[in-house]
């Protein structure tokens, strides 16, 4: 890679780290952050030769969209093999996947308009997750409810998160 570390494998790493936290039991709470976003990931593993994948590609939305689909494939894939690890490891009566919320938010929408901004939650009901669903809003929906409804879902009543303590979650979702 053209980078100075070889960002696939750093993340491959950083996944197979969270996992091991939650299979051992000694996270609660994990992180990560793919796609780049201020940083110089050129995503050269999946063919692509960007400098910076927010500079190249999300300031120049209109001419660089396939490259952005390929990069984000490539991230929710990743997310999405997270995902079907915890699900595919038994845990007590079940698996991991029960006793675990995933949550996905991209970073890059229509230039900095959250209004377009996928977010998916993994989960299961007996989690609290209602899966199988697609919710849309005519409204904005900021990552504060989204933030405060994953709250509700860990057991935690809170009204708000963040700058808006009282936003409450996003209608229909706990």
Not at 32 to 38: W, Y
Not at 47 to 69: C, F, M, P
């Amino acid at each position: 890679p053209t980078n100075q570390f070889d960002i696939k494998h750093c993340f491959d790493a950083h996944f197979n780290t969270l996992f091991a936290g939650f299979a051992c039991n000694r996270i609660r709470v994990g992180s990560m952050v793919c796609g780049g976003s201020g940083f110089s990931f050129n995503y050269d593993w999946i063919g692509k030769n960007i400098s910076d994948l927010h500079n190249d590609v999300h300031h120049n939305e209109v001419n660089a969209r396939q490259t952005y689909i390929e990069c984000a494939r490539d991230d929710w894939r990743r997310l999405g093999d997270f995902v079907f690890r915890l699900r595919d490891t038994p845990e007590g009566d079940g698996n991991m996947l029960d006793n675990t919320i995933v949550l996905g938010i991209s970073h890059f929408s229509r230039h900095h308009d959250i209004r377009r901004l996928p977010c998916v939650i993994f989960g299961t009901p007996k989690g609290g997750v209602q899966g199988g669903r697609c919710l849309q809003f005519n409204t904005h929906i900021h990552n504060d409810k989204v933030l405060t409804s994953v709250a509700r879902l860990m057991g935690i009543n809170a009204a708000g998160f963040g700058d808006d303590q009282n936003c409450g979650p996003v209608p229909g979702l706990v």
